[in-house]
């Protein structure tokens, strides 16, 4: 049943872009589904509900959580219908089945205070002096906190920025998504004048934080190791920052200033507004403050 699945995941590579961490997750979660169809004495191509319902069982009773079953889930219903779609079979063993539900976590979030802290620190950092190699890393560290927080981009379409990304003189910035969507950022003073420095130092090349790896740009580990040591220096726990919890920052500092939520689902790169209403709480917060602090009868 490999050559299936193999179908399935050229199908998602070629026709709709998916990326190749999404490609290998795909990968997993169907060869340890078709592992279990075989233990019961089916085929991908004749399984039915009961056998769907039963793994899902099984995951439960493995420990895995709600979201992870979903998303196991969310790609067997996507392979079953590119079976159906490719009249390889003619139903859908996974039509009627519910999605395991979960409440879905609060996103972790640093105050504006400490994303102040870390940048001016990463700042001081780029403008002391210091061995030229040294003073171009931490020129580099600043720059894509900077870009970070200012953009709200996902670490992996960050450190693979290009120069040719860079547009009108700096203000915006093009960031090549998932599906290879694009969309056109804008960017604030600090984040265009740290970028019209930093360029000065570049070598020729295509990518904006060059590396010697096979990609040719920065690995996000290292980015990751390196915003944690500038966070301890700053004197924040190093376990709260990663570059994903910056990205929230941006999200929940937004909406908490005023900014409207399609606003900053299309900042995001968000395909469906739905995932962005994770920073919802940040609004019934204002909202409730407001409430407390106006109404004639509240406390305020």
Known sequence: MSHLIGAFLEMMSAERGAAKNTIDAYRRDLSDYAGFVVGKHKTLLDVERDVVTSYLDQLRRDGLSAASSARRLSAIRQFHRFLCADNLRGDDPTRIIASPKSRRALPKVLSIAEVDKMLSLAEKEAN?????????????????????????????????????????????????????????????????????????????????????????????????????????????????????????????????????????????????????QIYTHVLDEKLRSLVEAHHPLGDG
Do not use: W
């Open 128 to 276: 002391a002096a210091a061995e030229p190699e040294q003073q171009a890393l931490a020129l580099r560290l600043y720059l894509l906190l900077e870009l970070l927080y200012a953009t709200g981009m996902r670490v992996s379409e960050l450190v693979s920025l290009k120069r040719a990304a860079v547009m009108r003189d700096a203000s915006f910035i093009t960031v090549t998504g998932k599906g290879n969507k694009e969309r056109i950022v804008p960017l604030n003073d600090r984040a265009r004048d740290g970028i019209k420095v930093y360029l000065k130092t570049l070598e020729p090349g295509p990518f904006l934080f060059p590396a010697a790896g096979a990609e040719g740009y920065l690995a996000r580990q290292v980015f990751a190791r390196d915003l944690k040591g500038l966070a301890a220096r700053a004197g924040i726990s190093a376990s709260r920052v990663t570059p994903h919890v910056l990205r929230h920052a941006f999200a929940s500092h937004l909406l908490a200033g005023g900014a409207d939520l399609r606003v900053v689902q299309m900042l995001l790169g968000h395909a469906d507004i739905s995932t962005t």
